[in-house]
């Protein structure tokens, strides 16, 4: 089992409101990615937070947002929900760029919107 | 951006069988092609990775190939058993930073016993 965790682990919400979730970096990795996984397809590229700089961004519009922490952890802010934001999101960590490196995922955050 | 394809969406083999899996990708600049299994209510996880200075990689049961000219890489299964049955997803992308990878839609392997 990695050490990859994240918080909550679902969550309803409205439409129109704001959520936040959480993810702790397995020991010794300072590089976080999100992932949106909406029902039977899969992971897609949300942002990445290297060294608490977002390092790239997938096709999301500009109410997903995220930071990362100096003990390299990290929060995806999502605005204005819409219905359709409702899916499993993944964060994984990795050792850092350069190099060859792979990641690691947490459980995952489920989240739905009415 | 880079685009992958899978096929197919759902394979139901018999324990034992082989099971073979086939992605496509679009960036001739990726060079980095993991698989992932996710069970039911589970995180993916990591099962096998190829770079592309090699054609080909194998551990225990499972293996994968890639062709470069082709743009298509594929995992295969041998011998497969019940515990086997889970999603498979293929992603393509820079093996320097494995985060970034875009990711095929899966495919939901079922073994029957």
């Known amino acids: 089992e990695t050490g990859v965790t994240q918080s909550p682990t679902h969550l309803i919400k409205t439409r129109g409101q704001q959520v936040t979730l959480r993810c702790s970096s397995q020991?010794?990795?300072?590089?976080v990615s999100w992932y949106q996984q909406a029902l039977g397809q899969g992971p897609q590229f949300i942002f990445q937070?290297?060294?608490?700089?977002?390092?790239g961004r997938g096709n999301f519009p500009p109410r997903f947002s995220g930071l990362q922490f100096p003990n390299y952890s990290s929060e995806l802010n999502v605005n204005a929900l819409e219905l359709d934001d409702s899916a499993l999101y993944l964060c994984?960590?990795?050792?850092?760029?350069?190099?060859?490196?792979?990641?690691?995922f947490g459980p995952g955050t489920r989240l739905t919107v009415l | 951006g880079e685009n992958v394809e899978q096929h197919p969406s759902t394979l139901s083999v018999q324990e034992g069988d082989s099971a073979v899996i086939k992605c496509t990708y679009s960036d001739s600049a990726s060079n980095y092609f993991p698989w992932y299994k996710q069970e039911l209510g589970k995180r993916p996880q990591l099962i096998i990775d190829i770079r592309s200075n090699v054609g080909e990689k194998k551990d225990q049961r499972i293996a994968v190939t890639l062709n470069k000219t082709a743009k298509h890489f594929s995992l295969h299964i041998t011998e497969t058993q019940p515990e086997d049955s889970a999603v498979y997803f293929c992603?393509?992308?820079?093996?320097?930073?494995?985060?970034?990878?875009?990711f095929g839609d899966g495919t939901t392997l079922t073994v029957k016993p």
């Open positions: 994984a960590s990795s050792p850092g760029t350069g190099g060859i490196n792979t990641q690691y």
């Open positions: 937070y290297y060294r608490e700089e977002e390092n």
């Open positions: 020991s010794g990795h300072n590089t």
């Open positions: 992603a393509a992308g820079d093996n320097t930073n494995a985060g970034k990878s875009t």
